[in-house]
């Protein structure tokens, strides 16, 4: 892989589809469920444009065991994020599907973190990784953003406090250097942003750069929009540089970050299409709806083309000011009665997922 965003839209678009159609004909050999639903439905398998490119509701995870390889041959299993009593989603991964995500996400990060490995603080707990053959999304995000540093050091204790001594001793020994923080956004406001200010901590992250994700709804149920977490954490942290991340766990690996100008990004082996949420029909720029993801990467089980339960609007194509080509995007939020899944949203009343 080569810089994911230096193609523009068109010559993107006509090499996805080729990849993608591929993986719909693998899938339809090696998955008998997924091959009925597409038969019932009389969808094509040669797609001419992404948009015709079937697509399977994101939750149907939840209720099929869909996987497109021989059971031996399942390395890793992620489960995807949900509060005590609902179903989550099992995603199954192969050693070449699990090494595809691991590269494609190095690739889509290296645009802002470079080809060094930083000092790592995880805005986590290490407990989340206790199983390393199946994860959490949660877990899945911890371990996939690893790869980025060094030195790593977990800022929360199992009890979800601020380790601070052992914050400030890390921050010291680094001091001068660019440090990478990780962390999911909910927790990032809950457990180290409020902690910090209710106790008046001095606490400076200074030279670091924030990469972070999911649980957004209750942020806003405080009323914090991602203008108003970023200017806090500075405020508050001293945190300079903050890029958010949309991503879900069954489409690990196919991740849009944000750019210089806070804009979601689509990289060259994945995209976004926006559909109508009553008649599916694709919506133009501008206009909101559901957010359908592409990615060439999942082989190991039917996850190419999915359509989400989030609501997001494209707001162009091949002009972003930062000088990215592709589409570019925003995520608005769930749609109304959808689960309450979000990496971080899960976590509550002490209950970790």
């Not at 591929?22 to 001419?48: I, P």
């Not at 923080?181 to 400076?204: A, C, H, P, S």
Request: with cysteine.
């Amino acid at each position: 892989m080569t810089f994911p965003y230096h193609l523009l839209q068109a010559e993107k678009e006509s090499e996805l589809v080729v990849k993608l159609n591929e993986l719909t004909r693998w899938h339809t050999e090696n998955c008998y469920e997924y091959k009925s639903m597409l038969e019932k439905s009389n969808a094509l398998l040669e797609a001419s444009c992404l948009e015709e490119v079937p697509f399977l509701p994101v939750q149907l995870f939840k209720l099929m065991n869909l996987k497109s390889v021989s059971q031996e041959n399942v390395v890793k299993v992620l489960t995807s994020s949900g509060t005590t009593g609902q179903q989550v989603s099992k995603i199954y991964l192969d050693k070449e599907t699990s090494i595809a995500q691991t590269k494609a996400l190095v690739e889509v990060m290296k645009p802002i973190l470079g080809n060094k490995r930083l000092p790592m603080i995880l805005l986590d707990t290490k407990s989340v990784l206790k199983d390393r053959k199946s994860f959490s999304a949660r877990g899945a995000g911890i371990l996939g953003f690893s790869n980025f540093g060094r030195k790593h050091f977990y800022a929360l204790n199992d009890d979800m406090t601020l380790d601070v001594e052992g914050l400030q001793a890390y921050l010291k020994e680094y001091e001068g250097q660019r440090i990478l923080l990780f962390g999911f956004t909910f927790m990032i406001w809950q457990y180290v942003y409020k902690e910090i200010r209710d106790k008046g901590l001095n606490i400076n992250f200074n030279n670091s750069v924030l990469i972070h994700g999911g649980g957004w709804k209750k942020l806003k149920d405080d009323a914090v929009d991602a203008l108003t977490f970023n200017h806090l954490l500075s405020e508050q942290l001293s945190i300079q540089e903050v890029h958010n991340y949309y991503g879900m766990v069954e489409q690990v690996g196919s991740i849009f970050v944000e750019c210089s100008k806070g804009h979601l990004h689509a990289p060259s082996y994945a995209d976004v299409i926006i559909r109508n949420p009553i008649t599916f029909d694709v919506l133009p720029v501008g206009q909101q709806g559901l957010i359908q993801v592409v990615s060439e990467l999942p082989k190991s089980y039917p996850g190419h083309s999915l359509l989400t339960e989030d609501l997001g609007t494209i707001l162009g194509i091949d002009d972003c000011p930062c000088g990215w080509k592709g589409k570019y995007f925003s995520v608005v939020g769930r749609i109304p009665k959808a689960e309450l899944r979000g990496c971080s949203d899960t976590f509550q009343g002490g209950v970790r997922l």
